[in-house]
């Protein structure tokens, strides 16, 4: 059996590239991406220091997995796994294509699914943010707890929203030029 290593690191919705580029590095230390949960939970295999590239596509819910899965095997990359995020890699001395999305509106696309993903739970969570915030005669202290513990996960879906339509914006004005 083989030896393995779990990791915990997150990584906010808007930093793919920041994780796909610390995948890469864990590969090029020897540990192996095996499969990756919600909570950021990474689980490697220990072996041989590889230079592999890593690169991930989000989809919440795919149609029609195998051909969706048949397309990156044919372009020669291999599927790790999911966790809403498709995670794929190659080695990096294949001298193909190194990214899964050649031109920017696939790209724009990607992004698209994650903003409206994220903005979904935004509108879903801000709108239980307006019920429970309202004022209660009985058990004032678990409205506060509430309405302490709903701040920070609204903020941070406003951010990942806000910086995801940044992310689109820039890629949109590179197809211009």
């Given at each position: 059996?083989?030896?393995?290593?779990?990791?915990?690191?997150?990584?906010?919705p808007?930093?793919?590239?920041?994780?796909?580029?610390?995948?890469d590095?864990?590969?090029s230390?020897?540990?192996h991406l095996?499969?990756?949960?919600?909570?950021?939970?990474?689980?490697?295999?220990?072996?041989?220091p590889k230079?592999y590239?890593?690169?991930?596509d989000?989809?919440?819910?795919?149609?029609?997995?195998e051909?969706?899965?048949?397309?990156?095997?044919?372009a020669?990359?291999?599927?790790?796994?999911?966790?809403?995020?498709?995670?794929?890699?190659k080695?990096s001395?294949?001298?193909s294509?190194?990214?899964?999305f050649t031109?920017?509106?696939s790209?724009?696309?990607k992004?698209?699914?994650?903003?409206s993903y994220?903005?979904?739970?935004?509108?879903i969570?801000?709108?239980v943010?307006?019920?429970?915030?309202?004022?209660?005669?009985?058990f004032p202290?678990?409205?506060?707890l509430?309405?302490?513990?709903y701040?920070p996960?609204?903020?941070?879906?406003g951010?990942?929203?806000f910086?995801?339509s940044?992310?689109?914006k820039?890629?949109?004005?590179?197809l211009?030029?």
């Open positions: 059996m083989k030896e393995t290593v779990n990791k915990v690191k997150w990584f906010l808007w930093q793919d590239q920041e994780e796909e580029a610390w995948l590095k864990q590969s230390s020897g540990l095996r499969k990756v949960n919600l909570f950021g939970k990474y689980t490697f295999d220990v072996g041989e230079e590239i890593y690169r991930l989000f989809h919440s819910e795919i149609k029609d997995k051909s969706y899965l048949g397309l990156y095997e044919d020669g990359w291999e599927y790790i796994g999911e966790n809403s995020w498709q995670y794929f890699r080695a001395s294949d001298h294509v190194t990214e899964i031109d920017n509106q790209k724009i696309k992004y698209e699914r994650l903003r994220y903005g979904a739970f935004l509108l969570y801000f709108s943010f307006l019920v429970i915030s309202g004022p209660r005669d009985t202290w678990l409205n506060l509430l309405i302490l513990a701040i996960l609204l903020a941070i879906l951010i990942s929203v910086k995801i940044n992310r689109i820039t890629l949109r004005s590179s211009q030029e």
